[in-house]
């Protein structure tokens, strides 16, 4: 309908004893008589105008004569404010003439109160379920969804939410009007646009299943959401060019959606990741190559690494690299503020919740959201570039890759991890039989094992089982206790003074002549690296933070490493202080190992104390992590500790899966931790313990050696657990005064 429309009509009595006027907007005024004080929200009062504007004012105005004094406003309403106000938007757009002529009833005075009353007290809202069958019959009349979105004042994408809605089954919307479904469990069943399937699976489901988060999971068994580290790797548009099908996930912010076809996208996995090999082999020489969608550190173990020869940047090549670093840090930049932002006014809408999203609002945070991924889209590449660069700087001998390889295997954040210089290993002679077996199998290719290779099960609580079995099997204690040391590596590698101190600690035997039972000893100086074994203890520790950043920090020196071994002291000694103690932290902290098959029995609580650690910033209680590998009694136990007495209760009817599945979903953000990944807290630091114990002698002792160079002959026996084979490890860590009394005592016993 066009509001010109509405022309002036002649003045009627109504049957209630109004008169019906066309009255111009600008002798309109909010009388003092309107029973509604609470405002209207500017987003009511937009999507009115939008109505108004398409279809004109439906329901006429009540009005009395109220002049205002010293205007030419004549008429106060007493009932239809937020049109005046929808009406007063249009005119101050332009869309309408000050003087438009609006339909009202003109009320007597003394029923002002009355009627304003009765109209806002006697009327019931329509119920979302109608709303969405309503938007549903218009698109199926014919309707654009653009033409809905603008003459109902919404954004597009809420008009599609709606008809995704109103297109669930008719029973489910029947459930819902009827108050025996709620918003967010019908939301879950627009996961798929299959009627039957949404019902089949509401009638399997028992009345513990039906929360959201079950429905919405039940049905995505076979599918994967688009925010999986393999659909990001593979890309959606690759994905959609091979057939592959996305269903768009209208509840969620951002292009989230389900892939449908997860045997295609694994396909499109292997293809893409051979082909990354191949180009590996082909442009450096390599003589094999392999890939695999999680590089397992037991396969790992299976080869030799070989050692990488490093080169200086050149003048240009350093320029390059600081610019894209500049640009690096610039877009990052960037990014968190737009970031920050759009969090801003998400954060506004939710406030809003049960009013209609403005489209003006709306387009503005889809097109944040757009500036937000494009900015994401380019780090990526400026990445990718210093990676390139920077991997330019590393070549590994002619002879090394005319038997060595490299296997290509994704990273578990989307992108990928190349290992170069791998050699396989060929039967050990007789006299190293103590060394570790020789293994010839290579990681297997292909993704067929995706799903039981990227998700893993874990941990158990460490409290009394019924019928005398342990709670926490040995297993499991062994993988819980193995996300404990990642965390304390990467926490002891930013503290030298920590692994100091525990390194004197360690070696303190020397001085106090007090004997120290090694094995339990969370600290093994031995220059060997106990990533591998954490690894095979806890399969799920690969892409976890704490491994990503011990990798890192592994790969930065390892790339600085002299390639012969005769060369490692003199490269050693040449390191600033920082330098060194960095290094020497990163040699202490890979030798650390606290993991235990049984949970009674913990080590390195001292050093847990020390670093202060805390799991819970590295490590969450899932289902997979933790729930699926306890008793059913540990996870309602589990989920009372964290929420409280009474809030186990829905599990106790549950089967144990359903129980995990419930309990991830409570604990999630609560930072809760099974006992024996708690920390105890300490009298003292431990820093402290090897001043206390040393002799009044160990200073003068100590003068024999300089500090500087001990560290450094400490890092050069440590060098193992970063990489080089060729070093020859010492029999202690010399860490500092402390150490080097240490090593002096023991050298004057030796002779």
Not at 141 to 149: D, F, H, P, Q
Not at 429 to 447: D, H, N, R
Not at 576 to 605: I, K, N, P, Q
Request: net charge negative.
């Amino acid at each position: 309908m066009n509001l010109s429309d509405q022309t002036n009509l002649a003045s009627n009595v109504t049957p209630n004893g109004g008169t019906e006027m066309d009255i111009p907007f600008d002798k309109l005024h909010i009388s003092s008589k309107n029973t509604r004080t609470k405002p209207h929200t500017q987003q009511d009062i937009e999507c009115r105008a939008a109505s108004i504007k398409a279809y004109g004012i439906l329901n006429r105005l009540q009005v009395i004569i109220e002049p205002v004094p010293g205007s030419d406003k004549e008429y106060g309403i007493v009932a239809g404010g937020g049109r005046y106000l929808s009406l007063e938007l249009l005119v101050n757009k332009g869309v309408l003439p000050t003087d438009f002529p609006v339909k009202c009833d003109v009320r007597p005075v003394d029923e002002a109160i009355a009627i304003s009353l009765a109209e806002n007290t006697n009327r019931a809202p329509l119920h979302e379920a109608d709303e969405f069958v309503a938007f549903k019959a218009m698109a199926d009349e014919g309707k654009a969804i653009e033409t809905i979105a603008e003459h109902f004042g919404i954004n597009v994408r809420t008009v599609q939410q709606r008809l995704r809605l109103g297109g669930l089954h008719p029973q489910l919307i029947d459930l819902y009007r009827n108050g025996k479904l709620d918003a967010e469990q019908v939301r879950a069943f627009c996961r798929t646009s299959d009627q039957e399937r949404q019902l089949q699976v509401w009638n399997s489901l028992t009345q513990y299943e039906r929360s959201a988060w079950y429905i919405r999971n039940k049905l995505a068994r076979e599918t994967l959401d688009t925010s999986d580290p393999m659909v990001k790797f593979v890309g959606l548009d690759l994905y959609r060019e091979a057939g592959g099908v996305v269903t768009t996930d209208l509840f969620s912010q951002g292009d989230e959606g389900i892939v449908e076809d997860v045997a295609l996208l694994h396909q499109l996995a292997v293809d893409k990741l051979r082909g990354i090999a191949n180009e590996i082999v082909a442009s450096e020489g390599w003589s094999w190559s392999d890939i695999t969608e999680s590089l397992n550190h037991r396969h790992r173990s299976e080869f030799d690494e070989a050692t990488a020869e490093s080169r200086a940047p050149t003048e240009q090549e350093q320029v390059q690299l600081d610019k894209l670093t500049a640009e690096r840090e610039s877009l990052i930049e960037k990014r968190d503020s737009l970031q920050e932002t759009l969090d801003q006014m998400l954060g506004e809408q939710d406030d809003c919740a049960g009013q209609e999203e403005g489209a003006t609002e709306g387009s503005s945070t889809d097109a944040l959201q757009q500036q937000v991924d494009e900015v994401e889209a380019r780090i990526e590449t400026v990445e990718s570039a210093i990676d390139t660069l920077r991997a330019s700087f590393v070549t590994y001998a002619d002879n090394v890759r005319a038997v060595g390889g490299v296997i290509v295997a994704l990273d578990g954040r989307g992108g990928v991890e190349v290992v170069r210089g791998l050699i396989r290993r060929v039967q050990a002679e007789p006299e190293e039989s103590s060394a570790q077996p020789a293994v010839g199998s290579t990681p297997s290719s292909g993704l067929a094992a995706a799903s039981s290779m990227s998700r893993s099960t874990s941990s158990a609580e460490a409290t009394p089982a019924k019928k005398g079995r342990p709670e926490v099997s040995e297993r499991l204690a062994n993988q819980l206790s193995a996300h404990r040391t990642a965390v304390m590596q990467v926490l002891m590698m930013n503290r030298p003074d920590v692994a100091m101190a525990a390194t004197v600690q360690r070696l303190l035997e020397a001085v106090s002549r007090r004997h120290r039972y090694s094995d339990n000893d969370a600290l093994k100086i031995s220059g060997r690296s106990s990533l591998d074994s954490l690894h095979d203890k806890a399969s799920d520790l690969n892409g976890m933070r704490a491994s990503v950043e011990i990798k890192a920090r592994i790969d930065a020196w390892r790339a600085r490493i002299p390639a012969k071994g005769a060369d490692e002291l003199g490269w050693l000694l040449s390191l600033d202080s920082a330098e060194l103690h960095e290094l020497f932290a990163l040699c202490v902290a890979l030798s650390l190992d606290a993991t235990t098959g049984d949970a009674s029995r913990m080590t390195g609580t001292e050093l847990a104390g020390a670093l202060q650690v805390d799991v819970a910033d590295y490590w969450e209680a899932t289902e997979m992590s933790y729930f699926s590998a306890v008793p059913k009694d540990a996870i309602i136990a589990a989920v009372e500790d964290a929420c409280g007495p009474g809030s186990g209760m829905p599990m106790i009817k549950m089967k144990k899966g359903d129980a995990a599945k419930y309990a991830e979903q409570k604990l999630a953000g609560t930072r809760w931790l099974p006992a024996m990944l708690r920390t105890q807290a300490v009298a003292a630091p431990l820093e402290a313990v090897a001043k206390e114990s040393l002799p009044e002698a160990a200073p003068q002792i100590a003068e024999t050696a300089d500090a500087a160079d001990v560290i450094a002959v400490d890092a050069y026996a440590a060098l193992e657990s970063v990489g080089s084979s060729t070093g020859e490890p010492l029999d202690a860590v010399l860490a500092n005064d402390a150490a080097a009394a240490s090593v002096a005592v023991t050298a004057v016993d030796t002779e």
